[in-house]
């Protein structure tokens, strides 16, 4: 009889995590992987955009250690017509500038207050180098949602990242 009513906890357990398809993520090893970008929603003066168009790229790899290196960037940056970077447009560089961002650092997990924060090394926008960013996140099957709220151009975004298999 024991036996049977620890298998319907257990089974209900289980069927309400199956229901609900939420995560609580309570360390680096939730979220440890690969994580492909699906959108990057921003707001400014109550108006919302796609900061990095409607089809934005981006990877976020997460290591079980903390380390972790984020790239996004807009679907269609323009090609520098000299092939070279170093000899980009003054219009190539400010369109490549303002359609991307990439950093890298350490990683932690605060599963009480549900933020993570981001240890940033170096950025893309010199003016990140060396700070902490604490971000508001929820995990939910294998969807990464977050906020940045100063991000790098002066408005709060909501990011969704996809776990990559």
């Not at 036996?3 to 440890?32: H, P, R």
């Amino acid at each position: 009889m024991r036996n049977l009513i620890k298998n319907v906890i257990v089974g209900a357990g289980l069927l309400l995590i199956a229901c609900t398809g939420s995560v609580s993520a309570q360390s680096l090893q939730d979220l440890a992987g690969a994580w492909k970008l699906v959108s990057v929603v921003s707001e400014h003066q109550g108006k919302t955009s796609d900061m990095y168009g409607p089809h934005p790229r981006g990877i976020l790899t997460i290591e079980a250690n903390g380390r972790y290196v984020l790239v996004v960037a807009r679907a269609h940056l323009p090609k520098v017509a000299s092939h070279n970077r170093t000899t980009a447009t003054d219009e190539e560089n400010k369109a490549i500038v303002s359609g991307s961002i990439a950093h890298f650092g350490t990683l932690t997990v605060d599963s009480a207050s549900k933020t993570l924060d981001f240890r940033i090394e170096t950025s893309t926008f010199p003016n990140w180098d060396g700070i902490d960013q604490k971000r508001a996140f929820t995990l939910h099957d294998d969807e990464l949602r977050y906020t940045v709220a100063a991000g790098s151009a002066g408005t709060s975004s909501a990011l969704v990242w996809k776990r990559i298999p």
